[in-house]
C-alpha cells in the first residue's frame, strides 16, 4: 500500500518561506494527478495546488502567485514551495492523488506563520 510522508513545516514569520515534500513509497506520484491540501482548525481540508501527471499546475486563489507545486518523478516526491506567507496560511499540510484524495492520509505537516 502506498504511504504518503510529508516534511518541511515549522514556525515561520508573515512574508517567509517554506519548502515542503511529500515522500510516496511507490510510483503514484509519478503517473497521477496529485495536490497539496491544507486544514486549519476547524476547516475542512481544501486543495491548494494540483499537478498532473504531464506537469501542468493549478492553483486555489488564495495562494496563487505564492506557492509553486513541483514533482521529481524519480523520488517519487512532491514538493510545495511556499512564499510571502501569510498568518491564513497556518495549517497542517497534507499530499494526495487529485482531487479525489483516493491514498490514505499521511500525519501531514504543520505550517504556522506567526510574528
Known amino acids: 500500500q502506498v504511504q504518503l510522508v510529508e516534511s518541511g513545516g515549522g514556525l515561520v514569520q508573515p512574508g517567509g518561506s517554506l519548502r515542503l515534500s511529500c515522500a510516496a513509497s511507490?510510483?503514484?506520484?509519478?503517473?497521477?494527478?496529485m495536490g497539496w491540501y491544507r486544514q486549519a482548525p476547524e476547516s475542512q481540508r481544501d486543495v491548494v495546488a494540483v499537478?498532473?501527471?504531464?506537469?501542468?499546475?493549478n492553483y486555489a486563489d488564495s495562494v496563487k502567485g505564492r506557492f509553486t507545486i513541483s514533482r521529481d518523478n524519480i523520488k517519487n516526491t512532491l514538493y510545495l514551495q511556499m512564499n510571502s506567507l501569510k498568518p491564513e496560511d497556518t495549517a497542517v499540510y497534507y499530499c494526495?492523488?487529485?482531487?479525489?484524495?483516493?491514498?490514505?492520509w499521511g500525519q501531514g505537516t504543520q505550517v504556522t506563520v506567526s510574528s
Open positions: 499537478i498532473t501527471s504531464h506537469g501542468i499546475s
Open positions: 494526495n492523488t487529485a482531487p479525489t484524495g483516493s491514498l490514505p
Open positions: 511507490g510510483t503514484i506520484v509519478s503517473i497521477s494527478t
